[in-house]
Nanobody, 124 residues
Framework: QVQLVESGGGLVQPGGSLRLSCAASGSIFSINVMGWYRQAPAPGKERELVATITSGGSTNTADSVKGRFTISRDNAKNTVFLQMNSLKPEDTAVYYC????????????????WGPGTQVTVSS
């Protein structure tokens, strides 16, 4: 099995910064894509993409956070980071880490895993 553990969430004032981390462990041969999604507390709000990064370093970032959030990863440690600057109240959400994992060298099949989520609250 594969486990993802997020850390770094919390309460921050508007304009502040937070850095999220997510470490993957378990039966891992390689990880193709790692990323972050978020789900705001409003009723009916769906989980939305924040940013993703491939093992080669190619990134995809949502327009709503572009220029404020930066995704990065440490392939050797199977860890992905999300640096969040200039935070706004509308960034308040549970942030979920995700990883597309190849579990062994004998198969090209991949499985997508999710972390339990970490709460980010932006409020004065």
């Amino acid at each position: 099995q594969v486990q993802l553990v997020e850390s770094g969430g919390g309460l921050v004032q508007p304009g502040g910064s937070l850095r999220l981390s997510c470490a993957a462990s378990g039966s891992i041969f390689s990880i193709n894509v790692m990323g972050w999604y978020r789900q705001a507390p409003a009723p009916g709000k769906e989980r939305e993409l924040v940013a993703t990064i491939t093992s080669g370093g190619s990134t995809n970032t949502a327009d709503s956070v572009k220029g404020r959030f930066t995704i990065s990863r440490d392939n050797a440690k199977n860890t992905v980071f999300l640096q969040m600057n200039s935070l706004k109240p509308e960034d308040t959400a549970v942030y979920y880490c995700t990883a597309t994992v190849r579990r062994n060298m004998y198969s090209l099949d991949t499985t997508n895993y999710w972390g339990p989520g970490t709460q980010v609250t932006v409020s004065s």
